[in-house]
């Protein structure tokens, strides 16, 4: 079964434009919640995390927004740019213990930003 | 600079070979992962170890066993490769001790099942 939905699977934005990516998961004892960026031929590599004691969570231009009670998650990019364009995955998993870094992934979102 | 290397990125092999995958990390991780990355499926956890000679079954273990004899080295292995088992696969590792870095993950292997 998929524990984290995300959407949508493909995103087209313009130069300076906001780019939105969105994620929902099931399991409740979740308690970290990264967003990984994937360029093509390269290994997924973490852009952003937040635990669920804050609401947002801000690093340059990407932005993570979480609703605990609706659990969902989102992603936001200010000022999109071509670099950008790449495939970005949210992915939740417990923070310590032996699962630590064991993370279920959403399906990924292709973004593409036209200059 | 922190390292997770896969011993390969491109692997074609003929259906029904036993086909090994090796990863290693420079990081002195306790947890190693193998996940499988599909279009529209994002990645999947195939097995993960949080310890030399421990290993558990992540979510779609069947088909695939693990080996992991040092620390740093982790294999994946297809005890008889089928077309199904064509993707890309990838390596991860982490430590609690990271501070909420999470994983880091190797570039992958683009396996190819004929």
């Known amino acids: 079964q998929q524990q984290v939905k995300q959407s949508p699977q493909s995103l087209i934005v313009q130069k300076g434009g906001i780019s939105i990516i969105n994620c929902a998961y099931e399991n409740t004892a979740f308690d970290y919640f990264p967003w990984y960026q994937q360029f093509p031929g390269k290994g997924p590599a973490l852009l952003i995390a937040?635990?669920?004691?804050?609401s947002e969570k801000k690093e340059g231009r990407f932005t993570i927004s979480f609703n605990k009670s609706a659990k969902q998650f989102s992603l936001h990019i200010m000022d999109s740019q071509p670099g950008d364009s790449a495939t970005y995955f949210c992915a939740a998993s417990y923070a310590g213990g032996t699962s630590y870094g064991k993370l279920t992934f959403g399906q990924g979102t292709i973004l593409t930003v036209h200059p | 600079d922190v390292k997770v290397t896969q011993s390969s990125r491109y692997l074609v092999k003929r259906t029904g070979e036993k086909v090994f995958l090796e990863c290693v990390q420079d990081m002195d991780h306790e947890n190693m992962f193998w996940y499988r990355q599909d279009p529209g499926l994002g990645l999947r956890l195939i097995y993960f170890?949080?310890?030399?000679?421990?290993?558990e079954k992540g979510d779609i273990p069947e088909g695939y066993s693990v080996s992991r004899e040092k620390k740093e080295r982790f294999s994946l292995i297809l005890e008889s490769a089928s077309t199904n088992q064509t993707s890309m696969y990838l390596c991860?590792?982490?430590?609690?001790?990271?501070?909420?870095?999470?994983?880091?993950f190797g570039q992958g292997t683009r396996l190819t099942v004929v």
């Open positions: 170890s949080y310890d030399v000679k421990m290993k």
């Open positions: 991860a590792s982490s430590s609690p001790g990271t501070g909420g870095r999470g994983a880091f």
């Open positions: 937040i635990r669920p004691d804050v």
